[in-house]
């Protein structure tokens, strides 16, 4: 929506209340006139109890008070008629700039302003008078016609000794920024007590704000409301107000109604049909629900309408044409249904038409082109779909255009090149496709073009930026659009904004980028550069706050950057090396740091710790070496550690405790030693994800880590672990019930992390929340497996493999229902499979070979589309079943299937090796032929000999150390 025209409509009743209210009162500021002494002092007390760090009373000197700034008195007798003490700022001065707010009022309203006994006018707005109630005395002035105290801090009750004020034209009390409903800086809040029954007093009153302030639903606000025939303006934005059941009312004089934000549950009031003079209607962000024909078809004269976020349904009626003066139509976030009729091309006076977030289908109209006074069209976020047409050049006072997120299709028109007024262009999440028309370089008024997640192609050259001197947001992100101009090219505009991944701007890195010395946001990855960053990106870095280089062939050094207050810095998967340079540590304010998968080798420097805002540090995939620094443990608000696949060693420090928000805590595939710290379980409570694998830890898993009922990942495979898997396994509640999504405020960060499971490597990031998973394969783990293991009811994966775990397959494995890979392979494990593995209806993915397991394979249907039983079953001699075609009633297929009592050949069981050997051999060679031609088959082909090969040398020392202890 537009915010210029918005403010335009309402205020417009506030610039024609107060042109007449200053048309009746006679001021004067003339030397002629000779200010009353008893007001003078009555003034100079009121300025004693205030302060002034602007001066704006610093012309309140002398005995000629009717010349002060502010004041204003009858040109008849001298009696201060006007006090209009309003602060000079802006609205939008009035939340954004602090150091504006000197010229703010402070203090206390002194009673002494009584002695104004012929006040009119009284504005105190746009002040602070924190820490005290609306003076009850205000309603002694029984010559007032104009109140304004918004925004001026006044907290409490309204007094209801306002009612006295007989002759009260105009009365602003509102307390919020209408359009964003931002709260005030300091904490004020207004509340009407009891009743309102004293507003029906106020017979004169023509314009009423009371937006921010709490009446409440329990108390009748209408009735006395609907006793001001005058009325012309009503705002009760944010008022937590219900509305009555009437349907006569005495306001019909009303011009503007404003009763936005309130959460009114209900039809269309009926009552609001008789309001023939309403010009101005504002029921956004409420529950009025219904068709919204039946909400403005009585409703001729309305020049501006916002019904926004609510729940009307059904077509835009056609009948909306009849409203000839209209000029702003806002009905975004509803539930708008069917094509845009071809009827609103009539509206001619339209200049914000806001239909956003419905659920609109069909072409956009080309009657739209016809409205050539509209200067906002904002149809997105619906379901549109066709292209955009030719005759949106004809809209020639256009300055906003939204149609992101639909479904149009097509190429951009050219005669997108007319609209020379247009500011914004945004037409992110689309189906677009073609090449940009180069007509786009006339649009010499644009400063943000926004054309992400779309499929155009083609090439961006110097034309198409030919009058663009006012760009500052250029968004071209995932489209294949190529960036070709001249290494030259010295562009007319300087970049904020400028996001082009997944496009192809490289291989140079872009040199024209050097001019845009403000820019906030850079993001180019996997664009297709394969240089090093120049020495001029540093002069750039000024403000630079978001960066992501990520997924490019950029070499050298880590960049400098002359901005202590950058966020974000992804440089992940390119080719960057040398050592990780100190001057990281002078970006104070980062919060996301992710250089992984490039070539820094040395040590991480102790200063990172430096950073104590930073929430995620990914350093992965590296050959980075030493220690793990212990000033990592400053880093309080660390939420995402990845220091994996690197060459870290020792101990891990005791500092790291401190990380008491750690979610992610990836350390494996580095040198790291000594036992698992008991403090990762108790210290570190919201870990979600532990990865410990591949190290030389030793010793036992402690007991402590049983503590952390968050975890929901923990892989501590191929260790040195020995002891018993702890019984209090069961206390890890977070391997109970799926977690929630990984969010860190250190967007666009998508959290991933790497493991073994189903056989194979596999990196989790959108389904990493789906993961729940123990690993503790390859290690000297011993003893039974705990059945309390089975209360893990949200467990996907569950690897114990190569290890040293006797006794047998808990009964209970069929209680982990959500199970998809299950490797207790290489293990000491006996006895019979339990029937109720069978019932693993996800299950893809099972290896229970090499144990002593015997008896009959269960039967089930999952079962049996596992794979080759040899992998899962294999190395397992007493195990019988169809699916290894070895009957579970003999011993062995010799004794069994070859021979009857006398040695000769039984006629089935021939015919049974006539049909077992040739698949033997054409399967034995579609094995041979497939490890000879698939490399990674091969790999792992490999890699399982290797591991059988160390569980044997395992085995055989364990068993001679169990001999040797028992002989000696």
């Excluded at 249904?337 to 001619?348: A, K, T, V």
């Excluded at 062939?553 to 998967?573: D, E, H, S, T, Y």
């Excluded at 880590?705 to 020995?722: F, G, T």
Aim: proline fraction near 5%.
């Amino acid at each position: 929506m537009e915010t210029t025209f918005i403010l335009i409509f309402i205020l417009f009743p506030f610039f024609q209340t107060y042109n007449a209210i200053s048309n009746n009162i006679m001021v004067t500021n003339s030397s002629n006139i000779t200010c009353i002494p008893k007001e003078r002092q009555s003034l100079v007390v009121f300025k004693q109890g205030l302060t002034d760090e602007s001066n704006r009373l610093s012309t309140w000197t002398g005995v000629k008070c009717c010349e002060w700034e502010g004041v204003g008195c009858d040109k008849r007798n001298g009696h201060v008629v006007k006090l209009d003490l309003r602060s000079p700022l802006s609205f939008i001065d009035y939340y954004i700039s602090s150091n504006t707010r000197r010229s703010w009022l402070k203090g206390k309203v002194s009673p002494s302003l009584l002695n104004l006994k012929y006040l009119r006018y009284l504005d105190l707005s746009m002040n602070n008078f924190t820490g005290q109630n609306i003076p009850e005395f205000f309603g002694s002035f029984k010559y007032l016609e104009y109140l304004n105290l918004s925004f001026s801090g006044f907290s409490g009750v309204v007094p209801p000794h306002l009612g006295n004020l007989s002759r009260l034209e105009y009365l602003d009390l509102h307390l919020l920024y209408r359009y964003d409903m931002v709260p005030l800086s300091y904490d004020v809040s207004l509340m009407v007590k009891d009743d309102l029954q004293w507003m029906s007093l106020l017979s004169s009153l023509k314009h009423l704000d009371f937006s921010g302030i709490t009446i409440g639903n329990h108390i009748d606000w209408f009735h006395p409301i609907n006793m001001l025939p005058s009325l012309l303006t009503l705002n009760l934005a944010l008022c937590d107000i219900n509305l009555s059941f009437i349907k006569f009312i005495n306001f019909t004089s009303l011009n503007s109604l404003d009763l936005s934000f309130n959460g009114i549950n209900s039809t269309f009031p009926v009552w609001l049909s008789n309001l023939s003079s309403l010009e101005h209607l504002n029921l956004e962000k409420n529950n009025f629900h219904g068709r919204i024909s039946d909400f403005i078809g009585t409703l001729s004269s309305l020049s501006s309408i916002e019904l926004s976020s609510n729940q009307l349904s059904g077509p835009i009626p056609p009948s909306l044409s009849g409203l000839s003066s209209l000029r702003v139509l806002d009905l975004s976030m509803n539930q708008l249904s069917g094509p845009i009729p071809r009827s609103l091309g009539g509206l001619s006076s339209l200049r914000v038409l806001d239909l956003s977030m419905n659920q609109l289908s069909s072409p956009i109209p080309r009657s739209l082109g016809g409205l050539s006074s509209l200067r906002v069209l904002d149809l997105s976020r619906n379901q549109l779909s066709g292209s955009i047409p030719k005759s949106i050049g004809q809209m020639s006072m256009l300055e906003e255009l939204q149609l992101s997120v639909n479904h149009l299709s097509g190429g951009l028109p050219k005669s997108i090149g007319l609209l020379t007024r247009l500011h914004e262009l945004s037409l992110y999440i689309n189906q677009l496709s073609g090449s940009i028309p180069t007509s786009l370089g006339e649009l010499s008024s644009l400063f943000k073009l926004d054309v992400s997640y779309n499929s155009l192609d083609g090439v961006l050259s110097e034309i198409h930026f030919m009058k663009l001197n006012n760009l500052v947001v250029l968004d071209l992100s995932e489209n294949s659009i190529t960036f070709n101009v001249s290494p030259n090219w010295i562009p007319l505009f300087q970049l904020n904004y400028f996001r082009a991944s997944s496009c192809n701007i490289g291989p140079q890195f872009p040199n024209w980028l050097q001019t845009s010395t403000y820019i906030i946001d850079i993001h180019l990855s996997n664009s297709g550069i394969r240089d090093s960053i120049p020495e001029w990106f540093e002069n750039i870095t000024f403000h630079l706050g978001f960066l992501d280089l990520s997924e490019n062939k950029i070499g050298g050094n880590l960049p400098r950057m002359r901005n202590p207050g950058i966020v974000a810095v992804n440089l992940a998967q390119n080719l960057f090396n040398g050592s990780v340079p100190t001057h990281l540590c002078e970006w104070s304010s980062i919060r996301l740091l992710d250089l992984s998968n490039n070539n820094f080798s040395g040590v991480l420097p102790k200063c990172v710790g430096n950073l104590i805002h930073l929430q995620v540090m990914d350093i992965k995939n590296n050959t980075l070496t030493g220690d793990v620094p212990s000033s990592l443990g400053f880093l309080s608000n660390l939420e995402s550690l990845h220091l994996s696949n690197n060459k870290f060693k020792g101990n891990l420090p005791v500092a790291l405790q401190n990380l008491t928000r750690l979610v992610t805590c990836d350390l494996g595939k580095n040198l790291l030693t000594g036992d698992i710290p008991s403090w990762i379980g108790n210290k570190l409570s919201k870990l979600r994800i532990l990865n410990l694998q591949s190290n030389n830890f030793m010793g036992k898993i402690p007991p402590k880590l049983c503590q952390n009922n968050a975890l929901q990942h923990l892989n501590l495979a191929n260790n040195n672990i020995s002891g018993m898997i702890p019984h209090c396994i069961y206390n890890l509640t977070g391997m109970i019930v799926t977690s929630v999504d990984f969010q860190y405020y250190a967007s666009p960060y998508e959290e991933n992390i790497e493991s073994y499971i189903k056989g194979i490597q596999l990196k989790y990031t959108k389904t990493l929340k789906y993961l729940t998973s123990i690993d503790f394969s390859s290690n000297q783990i011993i003893g039974e497996i705990p059945d309390v293991l089975m209360n893990l009811a949200a467990l996907n994966n569950l690897n114990l493999s190569r290890n040293l775990l006797s006794g047998q397959i808990p009964t209970r494995i069929g209680n982990l229902n959500k199970l998809e890979s299950l490797d207790f392979s290489m293990n000491l494990l006996s006895g019979g499979i339990p029937q109720s593995l069978a019932t693993l209806n996800f299950l893809s993915y099972l290896n229970l070979s090499f144990n002593n397991l015997s008896g009959q394979i269960p039967f089930g249907s999952q079962l049996q589309t596992l794979g080759d039983p040899l992998a899962i079953y294999g190395g397992n001699n007493e195990l019988c079943g169809p699916i290894l075609l070895r009957s579970c009633n003999r011993k062995s297929l010799p004794d069994t299937h070859v021979s009857d009592e006398d040695g000769n050949i039984e006629i089935e069981d021939f015919w049974l090796l006539i049909t077992i050997i040739p698949g033997f051999v054409v399967g034995f060679m579609g094995f041979i032929g497939s490890l000879y031609f698939i490399k990674e088959w091969r790999l792992v082909y490999f890699e399982t000999i290797e591991n059988v090969y160390s569980w044997l040398v395992v085995w055989i020392i364990v068993t001679l150390t169990r001999i040797q202890r028992k002989i000696f």
